[in-house]
């Protein structure tokens, strides 16, 4: 015999207003988003990017890694002699350049989702933990923090890609260590603040665990910054992995990375091919760009001090 | 005050200690025998653990950083695998006037444009000027400073078939040359630094004038130069200050990639060559320096943030 409650039709008529109030708030949250110019245009970039990332191998007019021995260095706008035309022409090897920025997109936006789960994760749970409970286990995590904190954060990067070797996930490892503490220290100021507050005194006098109160009552407080992190940092990693990339340390060639074709043929043959230097940079400008313009408008919405200030 | 430089210099050593710690793991993991590198692909194995012994780099871990923290605190920071007749600090000393030139360069530039462009921006807010410059300074912060270094180099070359003389020559050696290849690099940084400062100048300024002593000093009919002057840049630029004082600490160990593009031989090609040879004691050394010009110009900016306004005070 089930020993669960049944939900009566009485109950499920009394929740559809909460559940409506829901979906209304996640709907008003994302109107707000799109209310402010900056936040729309961003949203927009950064669907059109994620798409043509994804989308790639069908959208791209040649696939990545095809030489066109016979179409080299071709300028913007060429014909091709059979197939579509070289729209932001080609590479030294006769390559496609928009098709290498398409592809090139999936590992800016891989290692950016990568290193933003590995490091928000980390760096959140570093925080809460440090904030929470004070004492030495604060001191010996914000020590540890503070010294990674104090290392030029590309000087320690490209060290542990060095350390690591040449590959994606080694820069997703390398990028991700650098990234903990900003994160870490952030996380931790909102947790010393909020542990302050009369409903964690009343959670610990009803008998909540340490894990409990931090899971239930710290967490949610502290995820709308989390969110405005994820956006800010995801900028900064696009820009870390084009560093990487661009000086060898970063996705290996021949796959087609953003930093990794400034540096080999965008540098080698700027002076008769000047768009091979152009066009990738412009991708990482824009990318890095929206993702600052999506930080900075959920900021705005999500932090309570800025609403109602326009 | 005095107090919380004492302590903030004693918490520098734990900071210091873990930085050392940090630098000396990282760099022994990364794969490759020093030894082998330095004799060649055809060396003897034997004479490779010669070398080995030789460099110390037989012991075990623990050993290795005890004797180097000993040597270090007393001002040895050891000798260069890659040329073993330079110490480190010879290595680092060389090249240190070199970084501290475009840095200083590149945060001088950058403010000379950031700072009244900051000031225009909020005088003439949500016109075609501060519009401009706003996107002006987004994109600053968005472009990768290798990219926008690249187009120095880049355009001079295909409109005026320009470049820069190849080899490097310090001010005193001959200022033309010196300034002909660091003011490109110097622009590539500042660009990148002047958006940062320009965006908080022009939300500080924007703050400033709308406080009630601003609209006492114009009712009062003070022309807008003097309210400026006297009143809203001073209170305006002290975060500003604050963040200038921070990027210094930060430019100092961001100039490796621009060292780089435009061949300097700074502090950040010195590490990025030791990076890839394997040169312990030298990324040690350098990594060292630039964690101390980071706490230091952290330290610095606080001090200047309580000097600059009287309300802070540090317990």
Same mark, same amino acid.
């Given at each position: 015999?089930?020993? /669960?409650?049944?939900?009566?039709?009485?109950?499920?008529?009394?929740?559809?207003?909460?559940?409506?109030?829901?979906?209304?708030?996640?709907?008003?949250? $994302?109107?707000?988003?799109?209310?402010?110019?900056?936040? !729309?245009?961003?949203?927009?970039?950064? %669907?059109? &990017?994620?798409?043509?990332?994804?989308?790639?191998?069908?959208?791209?007019?040649?696939?990545?890694?095809?030489?066109?021995?016979?179409?080299?260095?071709?300028?913007?706008?060429?014909?091709?002699?059979?197939?579509?035309?070289?729209?932001?022409?080609?590479? @030294?090897?006769?390559?496609? %350049?928009?098709?290498?920025?398409?592809?090139?997109?999936?590992?800016?936006?891989?290692?950016?989702?990568?290193?933003?789960?590995?490091?928000?994760?980390?760096?959140?749970?570093?925080?809460?933990?440090?904030? $929470?409970?004070?004492?030495?286990? *604060?001191?010996?995590? &914000?020590?540890?923090?503070?010294?990674?904190?104090?290392?030029?954060?590309?000087?320690?990067?490209?060290?542990?890609?060095?350390?690591?070797?040449?590959?994606?996930?080694?820069? =997703?490892?390398?990028?991700?260590?650098?990234?903990?503490?900003?994160?870490? #220290?952030?996380?931790?100021?909102?947790?010393?603040?909020?542990?302050?507050?009369?409903?964690?005194?009343?959670?610990?006098?009803?008998?909540?665990?340490?894990?409990?109160?931090?899971?239930?009552?710290?967490?949610?407080?502290?995820?709308?910054?989390?969110?405005?992190?994820?956006?800010?940092?995801? !900028?900064?990693?696009?820009?870390?992995?084009?560093?990487?990339?661009?000086?060898?340390?970063?996705?290996?060639?021949?796959?087609?990375?953003?930093?990794?074709?400034?540096?080999?043929?965008?540098? /080698?043959?700027?002076?008769?091919?000047?768009?091979?230097?152009?066009?990738?940079?412009?991708?990482?400008? &824009?990318?890095?760009?929206?993702?600052?313009?999506?930080?900075?408008?959920?900021?705005?919405?999500?932090?309570? #001090?800025?609403?109602?200030?326009? | 005050?005095?107090?919380?430089?004492?302590?903030?210099?004693?918490?520098?050593?734990?900071?210091?200690?873990?930085?050392?710690?940090?630098?000396?793991?990282?760099?022994?993991? +990364?794969?490759?025998?020093?030894?082998?590198?330095?004799?060649?692909?055809?060396? @003897?194995?034997?004479?490779?653990?010669?070398?080995?012994?030789?460099?110390?780099? @037989?012991?075990?871990?623990?050993?290795?950083?005890?004797?180097?923290?000993?040597?270090?605190?007393?001002?040895?920071?050891?000798?260069? $695998?890659?040329?073993?007749?330079?110490?480190?600090?010879?290595?680092?000393?060389?090249?240190?006037?070199?970084?501290?030139?475009?840095?200083? $360069?590149?945060?001088?530039?950058?403010?000379?444009?950031?700072?009244?462009?900051?000031?225009?921006?909020?005088?003439?807010? *949500?016109?075609?000027?501060?519009?401009?410059?706003?996107?002006?300074?987004?994109?600053?912060?968005?472009?990768?400073?290798?990219?926008?270094?690249?187009?120095?180099?880049?355009?001079?070359?295909?409109?005026?078939?320009?470049?820069?003389?190849?080899?490097? /020559?310090?001010?005193?050696?001959?200022?033309?040359? @010196?300034?002909?290849?660091?003011?490109?690099?110097?622009?590539?940084?500042?660009?990148?630094?002047?958006?940062?400062?320009?965006?908080?100048?022009?939300?500080?300024?924007?703050?400033?004038?709308?406080?009630?002593?601003?609209?006492?000093?114009?009712?009062?009919?003070?022309? /807008?130069?003097?309210?400026?002057?006297?009143?809203?840049?001073?209170?305006?630029?002290?975060?500003?200050?604050?963040?200038?004082?921070?990027?210094?600490?930060?430019?100092?160990?961001?100039?490796?990639? +621009?060292?780089?593009?435009?061949?300097?031989?700074?502090?950040?090609?010195?590490?990025?060559?030791?990076?890839?040879?394997? *040169?312990?004691?030298?990324?040690?050394?350098?990594?060292?320096?630039?964690?101390?010009?980071?706490?230091?110009?952290?330290?610095? =900016?606080?001090?200047?943030? !309580?000097?600059?306004?009287? #309300?802070?005070?540090?317990?």
């Amino acid at each position: 015999m089930s020993t /669960q409650p049944q939900m009566t039709a009485a109950t499920e008529d009394a929740l559809r207003p909460l559940l409506r109030r829901q979906q209304n708030r996640y709907l008003s949250f $994302f109107k707000s988003l799109l209310k402010k110019p900056p936040g !729309a245009i961003a949203f927009v970039i950064i %669907v059109v &990017m994620v798409f043509s990332a994804v989308f790639a191998d069908i959208l791209a007019p040649y696939p990545a890694l095809e030489l066109h021995p016979a179409s080299r260095l071709k300028p913007p706008m060429t014909a091709a002699a059979d197939g579509a035309p070289y729209v932001l022409g080609t590479d @030294n090897l006769g390559r496609d %350049v928009l098709s290498r920025i398409m592809h090139g997109a999936r590992i800016s936006l891989w290692v950016g989702a990568a290193v933003v789960i590995v490091s928000k994760t980390i760096g959140t749970t570093l925080g809460m933990v440090s904030g $929470f409970f004070g004492g030495k286990t *604060d001191a010996i995590i &914000m020590r540890i923090v503070d010294a990674i904190y104090s290392i030029p954060q590309l000087i320690l990067t490209i060290a542990m890609a060095a350390m690591l070797g040449p590959s994606t996930i080694n820069v =997703v490892y390398a990028i991700s260590f650098t990234s903990i503490p900003p994160v870490t #220290r952030v996380i931790r100021g909102a947790t010393l603040s909020i542990k302050q507050n009369e409903y964690i005194t009343a959670a610990r006098a009803l008998g909540a665990s340490n894990p409990r109160i931090i899971f239930k009552y710290v967490l949610p407080n502290v995820f709308p910054l989390v969110i405005v992190y994820v956006s800010l940092s995801f !900028a900064g990693t696009i820009l870390a992995e084009a560093s990487l990339s661009f000086l060898g340390l970063g996705t290996p060639p021949p796959t087609p990375s953003w930093g990794g074709m400034l540096s080999s043929s965008g540098r /080698q043959f700027f002076e008769v091919a000047p768009w091979l230097a152009i066009w990738p940079g412009i991708a990482i400008t &824009m990318a890095t760009l929206s993702f600052n313009l999506m930080g900075d408008a959920l900021r705005d919405i999500l932090d309570p #001090r800025m609403r109602g200030a326009s | 005050m005095i107090a919380y430089i004492i302590r903030r210099l004693i918490h520098m050593i734990p900071v210091l200690i873990g930085v050392t710690i940090i630098t000396f793991a990282v760099m022994r993991v +990364i794969p490759g025998d020093v030894a082998a590198l330095m004799l060649g692909e055809n060396a @003897n194995p034997q004479d490779i653990q010669k070398l080995r012994e030789t460099l110390g780099l @037989n012991q075990p871990i623990h050993i290795q950083y005890g004797e180097w923290l000993w040597n270090a605190v007393r001002g040895d920071l050891g000798t260069s $695998f890659r040329n073993p007749n330079q110490t480190v600090s010879e290595a680092i000393i060389e090249r240190l006037p070199v970084t501290m030139q475009l840095s200083f $360069f590149a945060i001088a530039l950058g403010l000379t444009i950031s700072i009244p462009a900051a000031v225009i921006s909020a005088l003439k807010q *949500d016109t075609w000027i501060d519009n401009t410059a706003r996107l002006i300074s987004i994109l600053g912060l968005a472009a990768p400073n290798f990219w926008v270094g690249t187009l120095i180099i880049l355009f001079p070359a295909i409109w005026w078939h320009y470049g820069a003389p190849p080899t490097y /020559q310090y001010f005193w050696q001959n200022p033309i040359v @010196n300034l002909q290849q660091i003011l490109p690099a110097a622009i590539a940084l500042g660009f990148t630094y002047s958006a940062g400062v320009a965006r908080m100048g022009r939300s500080t300024m924007l703050e400033v004038l709308r406080q009630d002593y601003i609209r006492t000093a114009y009712a009062k009919g003070l022309p /807008q130069g003097v309210v400026m002057r006297r009143h809203a840049l001073k209170n305006a630029m002290i975060p500003v200050v604050t963040l200038i004082g921070l990027q210094f600490g930060r430019a100092v160990g961001g100039t490796a990639v +621009i060292e780089q593009i435009f061949n300097i031989p700074g502090e950040g090609q010195l590490i990025l060559s030791s990076i890839n040879f394997r *040169d312990y004691n030298v990324v040690q050394g350098v990594v060292l320096l630039l964690s101390l010009t980071v706490m230091f110009s952290n330290l610095f =900016v606080d001090i200047l943030y !309580a000097w600059l306004d009287p #309300r802070i005070r540090y317990s």
